[in-house]
RNA sequence: GGCGUGGUGGCGGAAUUGGUAGACGCGCUGGACUCAAAAUCCAGUUUCUUCGGAAGUGUGGGUUCGAUUCCCACCCACGCUACCA
C-alpha cells in the first residue's frame, strides 16, 4: 500500500488494493454478539439479469454508505447479499441461446458479484445464496406445508392468459396489445385450478400496523392503505319479485337506500348468465363483455353500457319493484358483483341513469346552502337525508346506522367490512421457479409433499423445446410415489417468485442452518433495521414480504411483527434521450455514449449529431434509464475509467436517496476532479511534517478553520444519521477541503489543525468513498482499517466564536451585516445596526416603528416610508 | 377520475423550527502556466440596472415585521392506481 501513495491518484491500483485488505482480515463477516448493539442493513437483493445497472449502484450505494457509517458508530453490522435468481427472463434467454436457465443464471451471478466486490461493498459474503439453490427454496416449500396445515393455503380456479397456438399460459407482461409476444395470437382467457395464499386473513394487521410504522414513507403506506381498500358497509339482500331468490350486493352507503332506482350487476354474475341463456341480446352483451374486457387501455374511455334483465326485485324499505340491469362497469371480482344504484349520488351510476333515462331520486342534501345540481352531476358528498321516509333529517352516520340496525334486524343486512385486497395467487404455469411440493392421487386429491421428501428439486439439466415448461413433459419429476405407496402426479406449477423474495432477509441471518427454516440467529439480527430498495416495490413485494413474515412469526418462527423497521425508498436514475423519428412515426432511440452535444456561450444544449454519421438527432427528454429508451450509462465503463470511488461518489452527490438523479458525466468528471485533489493536498502535507508540531495558542485563523472543521462533523453527522442527505454531507466537507486548501501551513500549530482537518474529512467520507480514505489515512500517518475507526467526536469548544454575523434588515430587505459578540443583548444588536452607515441610509428622517430581533440571526428595523 | 411526489440560475441541486435565496458541484466566460494540448491554478457567473439600487423560488390571492417554507384557489410535470360500489 505505502507504495501507491504516490502523487498520482491511481483507483485502479489503490481500489483492488485495499478489497484485498479487506478480504484477508474478513472485515465485513458479522458475527452474533449479544453484548453489541446490532444493526441489520439490508438493500433489495438483484435479480442477475446479466449486468449492474446505474440503479444497482444507486441502491447498493446508499446501502453501504449507511452501513459502514453504523460500523464506525460502533455498531455490530450485518449487510448481506444474495440474487433473487428464479424468474422469467432466464426462460426467455433458454429460448433464444439454447442455453439452460440455471447455466444462464450461474453465469450471470458469477459476473455480477465480481462487479459488486469490485466496487468495494462491505458484503459479507459468507452469507451469500441464490434463491434457485435447493437449500434456501427447500425451507419455502417446507413452509407452505405448514400454511396448508393451518388453512392458509387453497386451491382455487383462476383466470389466466392463454396462448392458443404457443400452448402456453402468459405473463402479464407477454401479453401485449392483446396478443401473445411471441405468437402473435390473440389471448384467451382460461379458467385453471391454482394455488392461492390467504394473505386477506391478514388484511387488518396489515393495515393497522401501517399507522405505528413511523420510518416508512407516507407515500408507501398510503399506497398499501389504498392497495388493502378496506370499507365498511351493509351487505343487503333484496328479494326477487318473482319470489325465487335473493340478490345480495354491497354498499358503503346504505343512506343512500331511498335513492336506489335500479340494480346492477355485472355481465358475468350468475343471474345475467341464467337471463342470457333465454334472451339472445342478453347473450350477445355478455359476449362483447368477454372480449371488451381483455384489452386495459379500451377500458380506459370505455362507454357504461348494459341491458336490462327481465325481472326485478323489491327495494327492502319502500316495496317498490325496481328493475335489475347488467351492466358493463360492475366488477364480478369485488364485492358480490352486484350493486344498488343511486344516480342521484354516485357518479356512474349517474351516467349509466342519464344514458338509459331511469330515474334519478335526490334522497341526500348537502349541509351547506350551495345546494346540489343533480342534474348535472351526481351528489356524491355526505349530508342530510331527505326523501328518506322517516329518516329525514338525519345526517350520514345516523342514516348509516339506523338502516342498517332496522335491515339487520328484519334479517336482510348485515355490517360488513370488504377489502380490495385479494389472496395471493402463487401459481405459476413456469419452469424457472421453486416447484409447488404437492403431489395428486390417481383421483386428483392433492396433499403436501411429506417433509421427508423436501425438497422437491427442480431438475436443472433440461432439454429446452418450444416454450413451454419441460417440467410436464419430464416424466421422473412428473411422476412419483404417494406416502402411502400409491402411483402419485407432481404439481408441475412454481410459486411467484414473490414467494422467494418474502423471506430472504430472515434468511440472511443464518443461511448456512440445514436443519431448519430459520434459527435464533435470526432473533439477534431481525428486525432489518433499515431496508432500501426502488419504490416499485411500495406494493406488492413489501406487502407480500410483511404478510409473509408475520406468518412466519405466527407459526413461531421469528418474534417480530414487522420485517422493517425503516423503509428507504430511492429515486430513479434518470438520462436524457436522443432519437430520430422514421417516416412511420417510430422512433429509434440512441445511447448517449454514441451522441456528441454542442452547447451555446451559456451551456445550452444546441444540437445533438450521432457520433458514426455526424448527421442531428433530437434530443428528447429526460427519462429513467431503460433499455426501451436506449439511454441507460453502463457502470462498468465508468468503474473502468475512474474508479469505484468516483462512481459511488457522484451518485451520492448528484441528488438526495428519495429523488430522481439525472446523470451527467462531466459532473462525474467533477467528482473524481474533487478526490485528486483531495489526494494531491493529503500527500503533499504528510509530505511536509515538521520536526516539532508546535503548542502554541491558536491563532485567530486557524480557530477558525478548526472551527470549520467541528461544523462540519456536526453537518456531516446530522446529514448521514438523522437526514440521509448524502449530497449535503458531500457538500459540506467539499467546503471543509476547500478551506483546508486555502489554509497556510506555515507553523508546527498550522500543521497540526491541517492534519486535524485532513483526517476528519477522510474519516468523513470514509463510508462514500471507503478505498482512497483508507490509502489517505495511511498516508497521515496511521496503520490499520479505517474501517475500524470510530466517526469523528465533536469538539464544542471549537465550535466558539469571538464574533458573530448579525444580519440587518429595513422592513424585511437585507441592508448590512454586522458583528456583534455572541451573547451581546438585543439593545446592543440593535444600537450595532442603527450604527451602520448603509442602514442609515435608509433610516435617517424616518419613524422606526418598530425593532425585530433574533438573537444571533437577525435584526428587522421596521420603519415609516 | 383517485392518490402521491415535485415545480428555485444555463444544469444537478442547497436553504433542517417562518429569519442573509442560489451552499456544493457541473457548465460557461476571462486570465495564469504551456511551443501547443491535457492536467492544474486564479477570478467571475440569477436577471435587469441610470451602478444608487430594483426584481426574483410555477400562477393569483392571503397571514406576518419578515414566506422557497404556513393558509386558500389554480396551472404544469412525473409516478402509482384505476369503473372497488
Not at 358497509?233 to 328479494?239: D, K, M, T, V
Not at 336490462?308 to 317498490?320: D, M, S
Not at 341526500?364 to 348535472?376: L, M, R, W
Not at 450521432?610 to 427528454?621: M, S
Request: charged residues 25%.
Amino acid at each position: 500500500m505505502q507504495d501507491l501513495l504516490t502523487e498520482r491518484y491511481d483507483p485502479a491500483l489503490i481500489e483492488p488494493a485495499v478489497q484485498a485488505q479487506w478480504d484477508d482480515q474478513r472485515t465485513f463477516a458479522a458475527v452474533e454478539d449479544p453484548a453489541r448493539e446490532k444493526f441489520y442493513c439490508l438493500c433489495m437483493f438483484p435479480y442477475p439479469s446479466g449486468r449492474l445497472h446505474m440503479g444497482h449502484v444507486r441502491n447498493y450505494t446508499i446501502g453501504d454508505v449507511i452501513a459502514r457509517y453504523q460500523r464506525m458508530l460502533g455498531k455490530n453490522v450485518l449487510q448481506p447479499m444474495g440474487w433473487d435468481a428464479f424468474g422469467l427472463p432466464a426462460e426467455n434467454a433458454a429460448i433464444e441461446n439454447n442455453v439452460p436457465p440455471a447455466e444462464w443464471t450461474r453465469s450471470n451471478i458469477a459476473y455480477m458479484r465480481g462487479q459488486l466486490q469490485r466496487l468495494g461493498f462491505a458484503y459479507d459474503w459468507s452469507r451469500e445464496f441464490a434463491t434457485c439453490d435447493p437449500s434456501y427454496y427447500r425451507w419455502e416449500q417446507w413452509f407452505f406445508s405448514r400454511l396448508y396445515e393451518k388453512g392458509l393455503v387453497y386451491r382455487a380456479t383462476a383466470v389466466v392468459n392463454w396462448d392458443p397456438v404457443d400452448q402456453t399460459v402468459l405473463a402479464n407482461e407477454q401479453v401485449i396489445d392483446g396478443c401473445g409476444w411471441r405468437s402473435g395470437a390473440p389471448v384467451e382467457r382460461r379458467e385453471i385450478p391454482q394455488w392461492f395464499l390467504r394473505i386477506t386473513a391478514y388484511a387488518d394487521e396489515l393495515l393497522d400496523e401501517l399507522d405505528r410504522m413511523d420510518d416508512w414513507p407516507d407515500a408507501v403506506k398510503t399506497m398499501q392503505r389504498n392497495w388493502i381498500g378496506r370499507s365498511e358497509g351493509l351487505s343487503i339482500r333484496f328479494a326477487l319479485s318473482d319470489g325465487s331468490g335473493d340478490l345480495e350486493i354491497f354498499t358503503t352507503r346504505p343512506d343512500t337506500l331511498y335513492g336506489a332506482t335500479y340494480m346492477a350487476v355485472a355481465p358475468e354474475h350468475p343471474l345475467t348468465l341464467q337471463a342470457a341463456a333465454s334472451h339472445a341480446d342478453i347473450a350477445a352483451f355478455v359476449e362483447s363483455c368477454r372480449h371488451q374486457s381483455t384489452s386495459e387501455a379500451v377500458l380506459e374511455k370505455m362507454e357504461k353500457q348494459g341491458v336490462q334483465l327481465p325481472f326485478t326485485v323489491e327495494h327492502p324499505l319502500t316495496g317498490e319493484a325496481l328493475p335489475v340491469w347488467t351492466a358493463n362497469f360492475v366488477l364480478m371480482g369485488y364485492g358480490t358483483g352486484a350493486v344498488m344504484s343511486v344516480p342521484a349520488h354516485d357518479q356512474r351510476d349517474w351516467e349509466f341513469a342519464r344514458k338509459y333515462q331511469l330515474p334519478i331520486v335526490q334522497v341526500v342534501a348537502p349541509t351547506d346552502d350551495k345546494g346540489a345540481d343533480i342534474e348535472s352531476a351526481a351528489f356524491t358528498e355526505h349530508g342530510i337525508a331527505i326523501n328518506s321516509g322517516s329518516y329525514d333529517g338525519l345526517d350520514f352516520q345516523a342514516t348509516f346506522d339506523a338502516i342498517a340496525d332496522r335491515l339487520t334486524a328484519e334479517g336482510r343486512a348485515e355490517r360488513r367490512v370488504q377489502y380490495r385486497l385479494r389472496d395471493w395467487l402463487v401459481s405459476r404455469q413456469r419452469y424457472w421457479g421453486c416447484p409447488i411440493p404437492v403431489v395428486y392421487d390417481a383421483d386428483g386429491e392433492c396433499q403436501p409433499e411429506s417433509d421427508a421428501q423436501l425438497p422437491v428439486v427442480l431438475p436443472e439439466n433440461v432439454a429446452w423445446e418450444g416454450v413451454t415448461s419441460p417440467l410436464k413433459k419430464l416424466p421422473e419429476f412428473a411422476t412419483t410415489v404417494l406416502a402411502d405407496g400409491r402411483p402419485g402426479s407432481r404439481e408441475t406449477d412454481t410459486f411467484d417468485t414473490f414467494f422467494e423474495s418474502s423471506w430472504y432477509f430472515s434468511r440472511f441471518c443464518c443461511s448456512d442452518q440445514k436443519e431448519s427454516m430459520v434459527d435464533g440467529r435470526a432473533d439477534y439480527w431481525m428486525p432489518v433495521d433499515i431496508y432500501i430498495g426502488g419504490i416499485e416495490h411500495a406494493v406488492l413485494h413489501l406487502l407480500y414480504a410483511r404478510f409473509f413474515h408475520k406468518a412466519m412469526r405466527d407459526a413461531g418462527l421469528v418474534h417480530s411483527d414487522e420485517p422493517f423497521t425503516r423503509l428507504l425508498t430511492q429515486g430513479m436514475v434518470c438520462k436524457e434521450t436522443y432519437f430520430r423519428e422514421g417516416t412511420s412515426g417510430r422512433k429509434q432511440y440512441f445511447n448517449p455514449a454514441d451522441v456528441d452535444v454542442t452547447t451555446d456561450e451559456k451551456g445550452r444544449a444546441i444540437t445533438a449529431r450521432l457520433r458514426a454519421d455526424g448527421d442531428e438527432v433530437t434530443i428528447g427528454p429526460v427519462e429513467k434509464m431503460s433499455k426501451s429508451k436506449n439511454n441507460g450509462i453502463d457502470p462498468q465503463t465508468l468503474i473502468d475509467r475512474y474508479g469505484a470511488d468516483t462512481v459511488r461518489l457522484y451518485t451520492m452527490f448528484a441528488a438526495p436517496p428519495e429523488q430522481s438523479l439525472e446523470w451527467s458525466d462531466t459532473a462525474v468528471e467533477g467528482a473524481f476532479r474533487f478526490l485528486k485533489s483531495l489526494w494531491r493536498l493529503t500527500l503533499r502535507h504528510a509530505s511536509e511534517r515538521p520536526q516539532e508540531q508546535g503548542n502554541k495558542p491558536l491563532l485567530p485563523a486557524l480557530r477558525t478553520l478548526r472551527r470549520h472543521i467541528h461544523e462540519t462533523i456536526a453537518k456531516v453527522s446530522d446529514d448521514v444519521s438523522r437526514r440521509y442527505k448524502f449530497n449535503t454531507a458531500i457538500a459540506a466537507v467539499m467546503e471543509l477541503v476547500n478551506h483546508l486548501t486555502r489554509a497556510e501551513a506555515d507553523t508546527g500549530e498550522a500543521w497540526s489543525v491541517m492534519q486535524e482537518g485532513l483526517e476528519t474529512a477522510v474519516l468523513l467520507l470514509a463510508p462514500i468513498v471507503p478505498h482512497i480514505t483508507q490509502a489517505l489515512w495511511q498516508a497521515l500517518g496511521h496503520d490499520g482499517l479505517l474501517a475500524e475507526q470510530t466517526w469523528p467526536v465533536l469538539d464544542s469548544a471549537a465550535l466558539d466564536r469571538d464574533t458573530l454575523e448579525l444580519v440587518v434588515q429595513v422592513n424585511g430587505k437585507k441592508r448590512a451585516v454586522v458583528n456583534v459578540a455572541p451573547d451581546a443583548d438585543r439593545e446592543t444588536c440593535e444600537a450595532a445596526a442603527l450604527a451602520d452607515s448603509n442602514v442609515q441610509k435608509f433610516t435617517t428622517d424616518r419613524v422606526i416603528r418598530k425593532v425585530i430581533v433574533v438573537p444571533g440571526k437577525l435584526v428587522n428595523l421596521v420603519v415609516q416610508d
